[in-house]
T-cell receptor, first 114, second 114 residues
Framework: DQQVKQNSPSLSVQEGRISILNCDYTNSMFDYFLWYKKYPAEGPTFLISISSIKDKNEDGRFTVFLNKSAKHLSLHIVPSQPGDSAVYFCAAQRGPGSARQLTFGSGTQLTVLP | KAGVTQTPRYLIKTRGQQVTLSCSPISGHRSVSWYQQTPGQGLQFLFEYFSETQRNKGNFPGRFSGRQFSNSRSEMNVSTLELGDSALYLC?????????????FGEGSRLTVL
């Protein structure tokens, strides 16, 4: 039973346009959400996060939106750049005690076309 | 400062064998977590070690075990290997005082079981 789902395995976007990656979760006990980016042959790197008490968090070109009632979050990248091409993982944690026991989605491969 | 170091990077084993993977965390990080990444499954939490003690464990069989040494280096062991154990095994380190899931991952050890 996947508690964090990324239903789109892949997404292609033109350079300069907006990329929107989606993530759904089922466990209402999750209170903190993160996005990680992974390039081939490298480990995942932390990108951006959001607490459940907020509905939006912005960091440069990256914005994460959280809709608690829908149990849905999304990552917006504007403008998209070819260097953003990577696998993006959505992750969730259930309280501070599980900060190292994250539940991950299966990932979305983003390809930004020049 | 140096990142998380995992060895070996690649290895091939046959069914029934055992394997030991090593992880050296970032200097000063005393918490080490292990994750398994398989295609379509995302990252799944194996276990976390802090102060040489296992703090949390994921839903994996007892064939998967680990330990942590006094210098915070960690090893994980998989015994009686099965074909389904083929995966990328990722180690992540963090400060135990961190309440959010911002982990620092190594590049992983890719295990192939034949």
């Amino acid at each position: 039973d996947q508690q964090v789902k990324q239903n789109s395995p892949s997404l292609s976007v033109q350079e300069g346009r907006i990329s929107i990656l989606n993530c759904d979760y089922t466990n209402s006990m999750f209170d903190y959400f993160l996005w990680y980016k992974k390039y081939p042959a490298e480990g995942p790197t932390f990108l951006i996060s959001i607490s459940s008490i907020k509905d939006k968090n912005e960091d440069g070109r990256f914005t994460v939106f959280l809709n608690k009632s829908a149990k849905h979050l999304s990552l917006h990248i504007v403008p998209s750049q070819p260097g953003d091409s990577a696998v993006y993982f959505c992750a969730a944690q259930r309280g501070p005690g599980s900060a190292r026991q994250l539940t991950f989605g299966s990932g979305t491969q983003l390809t930004v076309l020049p | 400062k140096a990142g998380v170091t995992q060895t070996p990077r690649y290895l091939i084993k046959t069914r029934g064998q055992q394997v030991t993977l090593s992880c050296s965390p970032i200097s000063g990080h005393r918490s080490v977590s292990w994750y398994q990444q398989t295609p379509g499954q995302g990252l799944q939490f194996l276990f976390e070690y802090f102060s040489e003690t296992q703090r949390n464990k994921g839903n994996f069989p007892g064939r998967f075990s680990g330990r942590q040494f006094s210098n915070s280096r960690s090893e994980m062991n998989v015994s009686t290997l099965e074909l389904g154990d083929s995966a990328l095994y990722l180690c992540a380190s963090s400060l135990r005082t961190t309440n959010t899931g911002e982990l620092f991952f190594g590049e992983g050890s890719r295990l192939t079981v034949l």
